[in-house]
């Protein structure tokens, strides 16, 4: 059977891959940034998953106003890097996993959860930064990649809790899947930023290291954190850690197996406007 | 009964919900159509021209062509579709957001990179800093 081996959670700010794709990682504002993946990149090397199922949103590409999915599953064979305005990402194009696709599709359906579900999409920033700071730049990207977009632009955007169960889905889909394929769950997003508005540039660093500490010890009790405490706490667009609470829902510890280990920790201020984390867990 | 809006009480914040969507959904996807170069190019050869094959209010159009974008996001717009008038301009993600703050471009990357604008007094509007 299929099984999640690790989780993986990351911000994935557009300027990143912007610092990558122009060879800008060298300078001094990005050194810290990278280096904090440094780590990753190796780990990944080591723990090369079959699949990765990542969890992201779109940022007004695939999807505009005329549809508004608030969960999205990916079942094409194929994703090209969208054209976000400045022209496609120099990234490779992502490789689906149509089959495990469509049985996590059934399965989290009649699990309750109803996903939209998507045949054609391109990705943009938040699935590709991900990829790049965890691989670098290679030809192709390691594995085969399950795209599950999340709506995190139009409020009301799903609650922490509703995540954090849908995670719980997901897994049970996946362990459920006969081919014996290493799966790994990404969660990707924040942390604290507010791209808006005069009060653009919030950081909020304690918010932060609260999460990254209760979404280790107490995901339980962090999925019951409501929408307004991260809108007002870490801003406007620090709503997109909802999305961590999928990945961590997904990890055995939460229907009685045991605590993960963290392998890795990361955070820093800034990149462009936003807090920058990262944590690596390996289920046991 | 009216919808519980908790989020009405943030400073300097505006949430896009279902409402301000619904006021912006022309002005957001005509953002959505700078997505294709021929459009922005159309775009900037004759900026008016080109939204006024939108049916926006007068309102969004002056502010799209003032580049101001908090007036853009009072009408409706969301910052993620405005961010394709930033990239149509050449503009970078911290410029757009910078320039919402009325602080200089220079001024607010200097306060991101001593570590971003406080939660403390920013949490309610009326708060005292």
């Given at each position: 059977?299929?099984h ?9 700010v557009?300027?990143v891959?912007?610092?990558?794709d122009l060879?800008?990682t ?25 699949v990765i199922f ?12 005329d ?6 599953i990916?079942t ?7 054209d976000?305005?400045?022209?496609p990402r ?5 490789i ?14 009649q699990?309750d ?22 691989c ?12 599950f ?11 922490g ?11 049970r889909?996946?362990e ?14 924040g942390?604290?930023?507010?791209l ?8 909020n660093?304690?918010?932060d ?28 667009e ?13 990890m ?18 800034p990149?462009?406007?936003t ?8 289920n046991? | ?21 619904r006021?912006?959904?022309h002005?957001n ?15 900037k050869?004759?900026?008016r021209?080109?939204l ?14 003032a ?10 717009g969301?910052i ?12 970078s ?24 604008r ?6 309610y ?5």
């Amino acid at each position: 059977m299929a099984h999640i081996t690790a989780s993986v959670y990351t911000s994935h700010v557009p300027a990143v891959g912007a610092a990558l794709d122009l060879g800008k990682t060298g300078e001094d504002y990005w050194k810290p940034v990278f280096a904090g993946y440094d780590f990753s990149k190796q780990w990944l090397k080591e723990h090369k998953p079959d699949v990765i199922f990542l969890v992201f949103n779109d940022h007004a590409t695939a999807f505009s106003l005329d549809m508004i999915p608030t969960f999205a599953i990916g079942t094409a064979a194929e994703f090209n890097p969208a054209d976000e305005g400045w022209g496609p990402r120099p990234v490779p194009k992502v490789i689906g996993h149509p089959k495990l696709a469509a049985h996590i599709a059934q399965s989290v359906i009649q699990d309750d959860f109803d996903l939209t579900i998507v045949n054609k999409m391109d990705v943009d920033h938040g699935l590709t930064v991900p990829l790049s700071v965890m691989c670098g730049q290679p030809d192709a990207w390691p594995c085969p990649v399950i795209p599950f977009a999340v709506n995190v632009v139009q409020y009301p955007v799903p609650s922490g809790r509703r995540c954090f169960m849908l995670g719980q889905a997901i897994r049970r889909a996946i362990e459920s899947y006969e081919e014996p394929l290493n799966v790994q769950i990404w969660g990707t997003g924040g942390m604290s930023h507010q791209l808006q508005g005069p009060r653009a540039g919030l950081i909020n660093k304690e918010f932060d290291k609260m999460f990254l500490d209760r979404l280790i010890d107490d995901p339980d009790g962090l999925s019951k954190v409501p929408h307004l405490d991260y809108v007002r706490e870490a801003g406007s667009e620090g709503i997109e850690l909802v999305m961590w609470l999928i990945a961590r829902g997904a990890m055995s510890d939460i229907e009685g197996g045991k605590k993960p280990t963290v392998r890795h920790r990361f955070y820093h201020v800034p990149a462009s406007n936003t807090a920058v984390g990262h944590l690596i867990l390996e289920n046991n | 009964m009216s919808l519980d809006k908790p989020y009405m009480d943030i400073p300097g914040t505006t949430i896009f919900d279902a409402d301000m969507s619904r006021q912006g959904y022309h002005l957001n996807q005509f953002c959505m159509s700078l997505m294709k170069a021929e459009n922005r190019a159309r775009f900037k050869a004759d900026e008016r021209a080109y939204l006024d094959e939108w049916p926006m209010t007068e309102d969004q159009k002056l502010a799209v062509l003032a580049r101001d974008l908090n007036r853009c996001i009072a009408l409706g717009g969301n910052i993620y579709f405005l961010a394709k008038i930033g990239a149509t301009d050449g503009k970078s993600f911290q410029q757009m957001a910078g320039s919402m703050t009325g602080m200089s471009e220079e001024a607010y990357r200097d306060m991101m990179v001593k570590g971003g604008r406080s939660v403390e007094g920013n949490r309610y509007i009326g708060e005292k800093k």
